[in-house]
């Protein structure tokens, strides 16, 4: 079966600090990878997406950047936080094909001080 | 926003009873799917119902789909307490080629 690890579960960092967030897939060959972001008590908005190694869409500008060494592997990564960076975010995996009937992973609790 | 909004915004109930909640969008949809989270995680995927079905059933949960009205709602029947968690509507929007979320309905079932 698919499972889908993220790490760390919950960061505090400072503003100014550099950021990696790392996400695995394992189950499952050449899947759809994407990272959201939730702000509290709100919906998902879609920050990257990739459907290769290599292959990152980005859907919003801002100081974030992604990154997909390895099939199963996606990094989200920031030189610099900034405090409107908090927030949960979130990875998931769909097929390759279809960005549908995606699976999330656990999640990761970011707060900018 | 572009798609994707539910209400209503928060639902408390009481076991036993039946939740439904809606989902309004904007433009022409390929599937509209629904998903549930749990405080502090990630979501997980329940129904997907595609633009030319108008109904679609799956153990207590019933989802219809109103593509006239843009509108989708989910109905969760004999409510448990387990069933406390937030649900998002997210469209399989046409030209978009991605999904887009909803702010989400907030649930509570009280025992």
């Known amino acids: 079966s698919q499972t889908i690890h993220q790490w760390p579960a919950t960061l505090v960092q400072p503003v100014g600090s550099p950021l990696s967030l790392e996400c695995t897939v394992e189950g499952t060959s050449n899947p759809n990878l994407y990272w959201y972001r939730q702000a509290a008590g709100r919906g998902l908005q879609l920050l990257f997406y990739s459907v290769g190694i290599g292959q990152i869409s980005s859907e919003v500008p801002q100081n974030l950047s992604a990154s997909r060494p390895q099939d199963r592997q996606f990094i989200l990564s920031s030189k610099k936080l900034l405090l409107s960076d908090s927030g949960f975010y979130l990875c998931?995996?769909?097929?390759?094909?279809?960005?549908?009937?995606?699976?999330f992973g656990p999640g990761t609790r970011l707060t900018v001080l | 926003s572009q798609q994707g909004e539910e209400d209503p915004q928060a639902l408390s109930i009481q076991e036993g009873e039946n939740a439904t909640m809606n989902c309004s969008y904007k433009t022409s949809i390929n599937n509209l799917q629904w998903y549930r989270q749990n405080s502090g995680r990630g979501l997980v995927h329940l129904i997907l119902?595609?633009?030319?079905?108008r109904e679609k059933h799956s153990g207590r949960l019933r989802v219809t789909l109103d593509t006239s009205k843009k509108s989708s709602s989910l109905l969760i029947t004999a409510s448990r307490a387990a069933d406390t968690a937030s649900y998002f509507c997210a469209t399989d929007a046409q030209g978009y080629n991605k999904l887009i979320f909803g702010a989400g309905t907030r649930l509570a079932v009280h025992p």
């Open positions: 998931a995996w769909s097929i390759w094909g279809s960005y549908n009937e995606q699976f």
């Open positions: 119902i595609r633009s030319n079905e």
